[in-house]
């Protein structure tokens, strides 16, 4: 197999998606909360786009930000019913919250199609930039650069909220919620803005993937293995650096899909479980963090 | 016809107040919330599968097996548990959705996606009087699980290592002030919920069809009945099981077997908003 070959492109191109996602779910990380259940904002997105380009016939362009509205809106609705809870009932109300758009999707068959899932999903069209033709809809390469564009973007906000201002009432938060609400950081404020920004840029992505792959059904877009993902790769990446989650998913993904998936093609996701477990137990903080030392002990 | 219903309801409320008791009773000593539970109980159905199915073992005599095996398995995970770190509750949370899914693509691997069922031992029952029947998998819930209660029930109320253990759940610093031995009830804990969830997969495999997905949603029962009954009450958790039963049982009787799964997601936000230290525990009082 050539460099060049779409194999790469495409094991690339996922790689950014799913980093793109890990930013997403860290965004909201950062105030010290673990979700369990950023699959239900995927879903959303995923199906929000697929049936508005459905029903609507609008441009699939559209329908990214209609499916970064509908999993905004449902982090709207997390910010609200669960202002009050906090560390494990927070992570357990998070992990039963994707039960409720995944039933209701598959059961109301008159709109969703069900368990079928959606079908023949458009692909992204192809942007004319003056000389340069974009096509991120069929061609590997031009969907590799979009997702890479993404995951940029993705990226900027996630350093915005560790290293700006903004970032500095996120962590105070984290930290100590008590203290930091006497010294007059807005508490409701930051959970609620990394919240929803988190879900629309999940459900971003679940839109970006219903393009890209042109399905969707509810096992798998509302599947826990889409909200371990990000967790996998954070806690592994390191979760309070600005390039930590992307560092896991740079490590970890391609490593499953190009190696783990010839070794155990049914069960190859146990991968995953593995780092979770090992990164709880050994380096919770990250191997991000551990290079850090590391970097450090060999500088000085 | 509803006393059909009731019956369904209640041997399946049994068998989740079975699957949560394991649950309870970890989470009461240790407060590590096991989200690998339902996949314990999956691996316990799918290896008496495998003993029926491989050396024609007979169903009772892989209830036996299975409750020693998980309860090596649970004392595998409390070697895990043990060596996490502050803060506890959160960590062991995500160390468990960790271990749950190596378990459950492990037994994807292993048995594939297919739907299996333990054959059930005989025919259904008819009930004298009543239009309805008693399938045997039915009976062996109820007898099982009503039969495990009561065990637990004497074993707490009734011995004094029962009484170590409730003292463990109650306040862990002043029993070990008072000289209770903390590690050994968590280990005791962990194999005592092991066994249980030993005696739930088998029934849980006879039941309903074991496929690897499914452990979330038992771990979400176990879950919601422990969460109803509070923490460390074992009473409640009878109580609990058999409501759970009865709202899962009506909505699939009133909207279809598939909004099932809905309702210990829904009950479970309901809980956790209204009274997470338990819907049944008692109120505590301000300590002057």
Redesign the interface.
């Given at each position: 197999m050539a460099p060049g070959d779409s194999i790469y492109f495409r094991v690339l191109a996922m790689t950014c998606l799913y980093g793109a996602l890990a930013f997403a779910w860290n965004l909201h990380a950062l105030t010290g909360v673990?979700s369990?259940g950023h699959a239900a904002f995927f879903g959303l997105g995923a199906y929000g786009s697929a049936l508005a380009v459905h029903y609507w016939k609008i441009s699939p362009w559209w329908g990214l930000l209609l499916g970064g509205g509908a999993g905004a809106a449902y982090g709207v609705a997390w910010a609200v019913?669960?202002r009050?809870?906090r560390?494990?009932?927070l992570?357990?109300?998070t992990?039963?919250?994707?039960?409720?758009p995944q039933?209701?999707i598959?059961?109301w068959e008159s709109v969703t199609f069900g368990s079928l899932g959606v079908v023949g999903i458009p692909a992204l069209p192809p942007l004319d930039l003056g000389p340069v033709r974009w096509d991120a809809g069929e061609d590997p390469r031009g969907q590799y650069y979009l997702l890479l564009g993404f995951l940029l973007l993705v990226a900027g906000i996630h350093r915005a909220a560790i290293s700006s201002r903004w970032g500095w009432a996120i962590r105070a938060v984290r930290e100590d919620e008590v203290a930091a609400s006497a010294i007059g950081v807005n508490v409701w404020g930051a959970r609620f803005q990394t919240l929803v920004s988190s879900a629309f840029l999940t459900g971003l992505c679940g839109a970006l993937y219903a393009h890209l792959i042109g399905l969707v059904e509810p096992?798998l877009v509302f599947s826990?293995h889409i909200s371990?993902v990000p967790?996998?790769f954070t806690?592994f990446g390191g979760r309070y650096q600005a390039y930590g989650p992307f560092l896991g998913a740079l490590v970890l993904y391609p490593l499953d899909q190009l190696l783990f998936h010839a070794w155990?093609?049914?069960?190859?996701?146990?991968v995953?479980?593995?780092?979770?477990?090992v990164a709880?137990?050994c380096f919770?903080q990250g191997i991000a963090a551990w290079l850090q030392e590391r970097v450090k002990s060999v500088w000085s | 016809m509803w006393v059909q219903i009731f019956l369904n309801a209640f041997s399946l409320g049994s068998f989740y107040a079975l699957v949560a008791m394991g649950f309870a009773l970890i989470f009461g000593v240790t407060h590590a919330f096991n989200l690998a539970h339902g996949e314990l109980v999956l691996l316990g159905g799918y290896l008496a599968y495998w003993l029926t199915r491989s050396f024609q073992v007979p169903f009772y005599w892989t209830l036996p097996f299975c409750m020693l095996a998980l309860a090596l398995g649970a004392l595998l995970l409390h070697l895990l548990v043990r060596k996490v770190r502050e803060p506890f509750e959160l960590n062991s949370l995500v160390l468990t959705f960790g271990v749950a899914l190596i378990l459950q693509n492990g037994m994807l691997s292993l048995f594939s996606a297919d739907y299996r069922l333990v054959p059930a031992a005989g025919g259904p029952v008819k009930l004298p009087g009543f239009a309805a029947y008693l399938s045997p998998a039915q009976a062996w819930l109820l007898a099982l699980s009503l039969g495990a209660t009561a065990a637990l029930y004497l074993l707490l109320k009734r011995t004094f290592f029962g009484k170590a253990l409730r003292a463990t759940i109650q306040n862990r610093e002043a029993a070990e002030l008072a000289g209770v031995p903390i590690r050994r009830m968590r280990l005791a804990a962990f194999v005592i919920g092991g066994s249980l969830v030993g005696l739930a997969g088998p029934l849980f495999g006879q039941m309903a069809y074991l496929h690897p997905a499914g452990g979330m949603e038992a771990t979400l029962v176990a879950i919601v009945v422990t969460i109803f009954a509070g923490i460390g009450q074992i009473r409640g958790i009878l109580l609990g099981g058999w409501i759970l039963g009865l709202a899962e049982t009506l909505a699939v009787y009133w909207g279809g077997a598939s909004w099932r799964e809905l309702v210990s997601g829904v009950l479970l936000i309901l809980f956790l908003l209204w009274r997470p230290e338990g819907v049944l525990a008692p109120k505590r009082r301000a300590v002057p």
């Open positions: 673990v369990l019913v669960f009050n809870l560390g494990p009932y992570a357990l109300a992990l039963a919250s994707v039960q409720v039933v209701i598959d059961n096992p826990l371990a967790l996998v806690i155990l093609p049914a069960g190859h996701a146990m995953y479980g593995l780092v979770i477990v709880i137990l919770p | -």
